[in-house]
């Protein structure tokens, strides 16, 4: 029989990550291999694959026995929590389309977060509206997915969307992050913000890099820092050191509840010339005798 894949290397994180690192690996994964977006011959495999790595991690309880017993625990009929009567319960089969599909459910284990879905196959109901094929106990609302850019969701805006032949107008907060949920009538609509080349998010703070070269770090200059809320001064003094990182206080995202904004880090990347001219060397050479003086301070 081949040997399992490790869970922990499906999902691409380390054996330390935390719950919100598992839960961002599978909603980017499941996104990635769903087979009705996915059309590799692969994909459905890698779909399952991701799936059940993400239904052990994402339970700590799971996530503590395959540590210990490693993945022969969740096989069916073997493993201290193997077969339907085990801790970690047995498990549901379903139909779509053309894709069959298995997932563990019950035991102590229920109740699993499937990276914001109940469920692993609650994803189709984001790309279709339809029912998970294996159905659920409760009433579901329909779930759609918008695609929305960088600054859409800093700033909030207005979508006109099509849903059931109909068109709706959809109002979109500012400061909303990528996966949010937003109630709208009868549905619910999962926001997927696209990333920007320049700007990185956490949270309600923006991260950026600028570029300065090695005298502006030397001697001091102002530089222009392009914000989420317009081109704001950065004053840079003299003796700077790379990697240096400013605090633009309340220059990021404004939260989604209540008041307020987040702020923005610069951090400082020193450029070193690759091609100097022969004065340049000059003045660099004497910077250098000059600096290897005594007492000039």
């Given at each position: 029989?081949?040997?399992?894949?490790?869970?922990?290397?499906?999902?691409?994180?380390?054996?330390?990550?935390?719950?919100?690192?598992?839960?961002?690996?599978?909603?980017?994964?499941?996104?990635?291999?769903?087979?009705?977006?996915?059309?590799?011959?692969?994909?459905?495999?890698?779909?399952?694959?991701?799936?059940?790595?993400?239904?052990?991690?994402?339970?700590?309880?799971?996530?503590?026995?395959?540590?210990?017993?490693?993945?022969?625990?969740?096989?069916?009929?073997?493993?201290?929590?193997?077969?339907?009567?085990?801790?970690?319960?047995?498990?549901?089969?379903?139909?779509y389309g053309p894709f069959t599909y298995t997932y563990s459910t019950?035991?102590?284990?229920?109740?699993?977060?499937?990276?914001?879905?109940?469920?692993?196959?609650?994803?189709?109901?984001?790309?279709?509206?339809?029912?998970?094929?294996?159905?659920?106990?409760?009433?579901?609302?329909?779930?759609?997915?918008?695609?929305?850019?960088?600054?859409?969701?800093?700033?909030?805006?207005?979508?006109?969307?099509?849903?059931?032949?109909?068109?709706?107008?959809?109002?979109?907060?500012?400061?909303?992050?990528?996966?949010?949920?937003?109630?709208?009538?009868?549905?619910?609509?999962?926001?997927?913000?696209?990333?920007?080349?320049?700007?990185?998010?956490?949270?309600?703070?923006?991260?950026?890099?600028?570029?300065?070269?090695?005298?502006?770090?030397?001697?001091?200059?102002?530089?222009?820092?392009?914000?989420?809320?317009?081109?704001?001064?950065?004053?840079?003094?003299?003796?700077?050191?790379?990697?240096?990182?400013?605090?633009?206080?309340?220059?990021?995202?404004?939260?989604?509840?209540?008041?307020?904004?987040?702020?923005?880090?610069?951090?400082?990347?020193?450029?070193?010339?690759?091609?100097?001219?022969?004065?340049?060397?000059?003045?660099?050479?004497?910077?250098?005798?000059?600096?290897?003086?005594?007492?000039?301070?």
């Amino acid at each position: 029989m081949a040997t399992s894949k490790d869970y922990y290397e499906v999902l691409g994180i380390s054996k330390s990550a935390s719950a919100e690192d598992i839960k961002k690996a599978y909603r980017k994964l499941a996104l990635q291999y769903h087979p009705d977006r996915n059309k590799t011959k692969e994909a459905e495999a890698k779909f399952k694959e991701v799936t059940k790595a993400y239904e052990v991690l994402s339970d700590p309880q799971k996530r503590q026995g395959y540590d210990q017993y490693g993945a022969a625990a969740f096989e069916q009929a073997q493993g201290p929590f193997g077969g339907a009567g085990g801790p970690f319960g047995g498990t549901q089969t379903g139909r779509y389309g053309p894709f069959t599909y298995t997932y563990s459910t019950g035991g102590a284990g229920a109740g699993a977060d499937f990276g914001g879905f109940s469920d692993p196959f609650e994803i189709f109901e984001q790309f279709f509206g339809g029912a998970s094929p294996f159905g659920s106990a409760r009433a579901r609302r329909p779930v759609y997915s918008l695609t929305i850019d960088f600054m859409e969701a800093v700033h909030g805006v207005t979508k006109k969307v099509t849903i059931d032949g109909k068109q709706q107008t959809i109002k979109i907060p500012a400061g909303v992050g990528d996966g949010s949920r937003i109630r709208f009538g009868d549905y619910d609509v999962v926001v997927d913000v696209a990333p920007h080349p320049n700007l990185s998010r956490e949270g309600a703070d923006i991260v950026s890099e600028q570029e300065i070269s090695f005298s502006q770090a030397a001697i001091g200059a102002e530089i222009n820092v392009v914000t989420v809320q317009g081109e704001v001064k950065l004053k840079i003094p003299s003796g700077t050191q790379p990697n240096t990182v400013f605090r633009l206080r309340g220059k990021g995202v404004p939260y989604v509840r209540g008041g307020g904004y987040g702020d923005h880090y610069v951090r400082l990347k020193v450029t070193v010339p690759k091609h100097l001219t022969r004065r340049q060397k000059e003045l660099l050479e004497e910077l250098d005798k000059e600096s290897g003086k005594k007492g000039w301070f």
